[in-house]
């Protein structure tokens, strides 16, 4: 069945959930408060770097499947579904989570629904606000009980997120008796067979978050195995490719390096600490405020390698680095690793030189103070050290002979551990990882 819904937020997970709806043959409103951004994409203009997302947002606003607007009136009008996709980032006084998006929209929503609709979240939040929020939908509706609320949370992958949309590997519904179940199988039935875990708000909103610090925790638990290797002379490579051959263990997340960053992971893990301080189940995460420290020291040791590299200070010398987004295949630089770790060079009087194939405008706005190349060849133009801090496809691909003509010295931190150590040491480069001799 033809569905007519509204995703309310155009920030990530709000563009690529409406474009990925109207490619299964929906109609789709999307809605933000920022009227440039809403024009920008309504003349097909993403304001993101998502792979095949630009494609998909312009095949259905040319088809008329998708729009955007900034009226919530017109948008109760429209819709008989509306997505809640909004931000919820960690706030400035603390750990917890900053709700105030998620809250406002609701509060503009809300008052127009006057018939029966379903209003779905997909943001990640503390648990509870499911509850809180569909007690909020009845006393301002017009429409009250028949406002109905469910929790659906996404699992998107920045760099993969329209496959993780159109080919999830699962559905999280968390509802009440009612219609919601029927209605939201029937919208993401053109998916396929997909595993379909349904169940309360509580635990719809746990699975998100949990799942998030798993993923953390299996990060900095190499990472934390890579200090060990760096001290005991061990490689923190190949130990975790030994283990990934454990199936009760897996390989995926167990690539040791400069460690995790972006908008989801660390602001999540410290929301959910901040969630069961609440709680009065504060101890039970108490291992996630290690997972944290971890992640942030390895940050700080990629700085100390090339501190070493240079004769122990960097005041004066030029340092490259490669990557600013937090990951490859992305432009975002929420707590880019990459970035803390260029500007911790700079503070020390390093003349850093920072490139990065998608994310140099953002890392411009965000630290105005750092160089920026055009090239990674630039950037490394007359460096005494080179680090390698995001592990995008061109930068593993490069070669370091030729690499070696622009430097001023052959010396290289492989933050991401990419870099074929025994290729770059025969090319002359003096080689550091994080987690091997």
């Given at each position: 069945m033809r569905h007519r819904l509204t995703v309310i937020g155009s920030g990530y997970l709000g563009i690529t959930h409406a474009a990925c709806m109207a490619e299964l043959g929906h109609e789709v409103l999307g809605l933000d408060i920022d009227e440039d951004r809403v024009r920008s994409l309504n003349?097909?203009?993403?304001?993101?770097?998502?792979?095949?997302?630009?494609?998909?947002?312009?095949?259905?606003l040319a088809a008329g499947r998708l729009r955007f607007g900034t009226d919530p009136k017109e948008a109760a009008a429209f819709g008989d579904l509306h997505f809640l996709c909004l931000g919820t980032p960690q706030r400035k006084d603390s750990g917890?989570?900053?709700?105030?998006?998620?809250?406002a929209a609701v509060a503009a929503l809300a008052p127009h629904l006057d018939r029966p609709c379903l209003v779905v979240g997909k943001s990640t939040v503390p648990v509870g606000t499911a509850e809180r929020l569909a007690a909020r939908?009845?006393?301002?509706?017009?429409?009250?009980?028949?406002?109905?609320?469910?929790?659906?949370?996404?699992?998107?992958?920045?760099?993969?997120?329209?496959?993780?949309?159109?080919s999830p590997d699962r559905i999280v519904l968390g509802v009440r008796p009612g219609r919601a179940e029927g209605l939201l199988r029937d919208l993401y039935g053109p998916l396929g067979d997909i595993p379909t875990v349904v169940t309360d708000y509580a635990t719809a909103e746990l699975v998100k978050t949990a799942a998030n610090a798993f993923l953390a925790t299996k990060i900095s638990y190499i990472n934390a195995i890579?200090?060990?290797?760096?001290?005991?002379?061990?490689?923190?490579?190949?130990?975790?490719?030994?283990?990934?051959?454990?199936?009760?263990?897996g390989r995926r997340f167990l690539a040791a390096g400069?460690?995790?960053?972006?908008?989801?992971?660390?602001?999540?893990?410290?929301?959910?600490?901040a969630r069961a301080e609440e709680l009065g189940t504060g101890e039970s995460l108490e291992f996630l405020r290690q997972v944290d420290a971890i992640n942030l020291r390895r940050r700080t040791r990629a700085v100390d390698h090339a501190r070493e590299l240079v004769a122990g200070s960097f005041a004066g010398r030029k340092v490259a680095v490669l990557g600013a987004a937090f990951k490859p295949e992305s432009d975002d630089i929420r707590d880019s690793p990459a970035l803390d770790v260029a500007?911790?060079?700079?503070?020390e009087g390093g003349q850093v030189s920072v490139y990065d194939p998608a994310a140099l405008d953002n890392a411009r706005k965000a630290?105005?103070?750092?160089?920026?190349?055009?090239?990674?060849?630039?950037a490394a133009r007359g460096a005494e050290v080179v680090l390698l801090l995001t592990e995008?496809?061109?930068?593993?691909?490069?070669?370091?002979?030729?690499?070696?003509q622009e430097v001023a010295v052959r010396a290289v931190v492989d933050g991401r551990n990419v870099l074929d150590p025994a290729a770059w040491r025969a090319a002359g480069w003096t080689y550091r990882s994080l987690g091997r001799r």
């Open positions: 003349q097909g203009e993403l304001p993101i770097h998502e792979q095949g997302l630009g494609e998909l947002l312009r095949r259905n917890a989570a900053d709700l105030s998006q998620l809250d939908l009845t006393e301002l509706a017009p429409a009250g009980e028949a406002a109905e609320l469910a929790w659906n949370p996404e699992f998107l992958r920045e760099g993969h997120a329209v496959e993780d949309t159109l890579a200090e060990v290797c760096e001290a005991a002379g061990a490689d923190v490579v190949r130990l975790a490719e030994a283990l990934g051959h454990d199936e009760r263990i400069l460690g995790f960053g972006g908008g989801c992971l660390p602001k999540d893990i410290r929301a959910f600490v500007a911790a060079i700079a503070r630290f105005p103070d750092l160089a920026y190349a055009a090239s990674a060849a630039e995008w496809r061109e930068f593993v691909e490069l070669d370091p002979a030729a690499l070696g």
